[in-house]
Nanobody, 126 residues
Framework: QVQLVESGGGLVQAGGSLRLSCAASGRTFTNYAMGWFRQAPGKEREFVASISWSGGSTYYTESVKGRFTISRDNAKNTVYLQMNSLKPEDTAVYYC???????????????????WGQGTQVTVSS
């Protein structure tokens, strides 16, 4: 069993930055891709970014390219999401998750992930 805990969310003004962290306990996620997703009220959970098991490959949804950076530290069992130039439309609960299968690339679908965290709220004011 793997437990994921997201942290680092908060309230920021448009144009500001936040760094989200996702710490895993119970089992290392080495050899698994990791992903960040977000969900705004009344909307479906949306893919944000993913990173391969080694950290060598990353993939981002179009709306965050150039603004967000996903990274991982397997030694610390932690994945990060650096968010810069935040916009009000980035407001959502952000979740991290582990890919279902080992050695995948950079999955983008919710059903390709498991072991979801509890989420951390990100609110961007105008």
């Amino acid at each position: 069993q793997v437990q994921l805990v997201e942290s680092g969310g908060g309230l920021v003004q448009a144009g500001g930055s936040l760094r989200l962290s996702c710490a895993a306990s119970g089992r290392t996620f080495t050899n698994y891709a990791m992903g960040w997703f977000r969900q705004a009220p009344g909307k479906e959970r949306e893919f944000v970014a993913s990173i391969s098991w080694s950290g060598g490959s990353t993939y981002y949804t179009e709306s965050v390219k150039g603004r967000f950076t996903i990274s991982r530290d397997n030694a610390k069992n932690t994945v990060y999401l650096q968010m810069n130039s935040l916009k009000p439309e980035d407001t959502a609960v952000y979740y991290c998750a582990i890919a279902r299968f080992k050695s995948w690339g950079t999955p983008t679908r919710t059903n390709e992930y498991d072991s979801w965290g509890q989420g951390t709220q990100v609110t961007v004011s105008s």
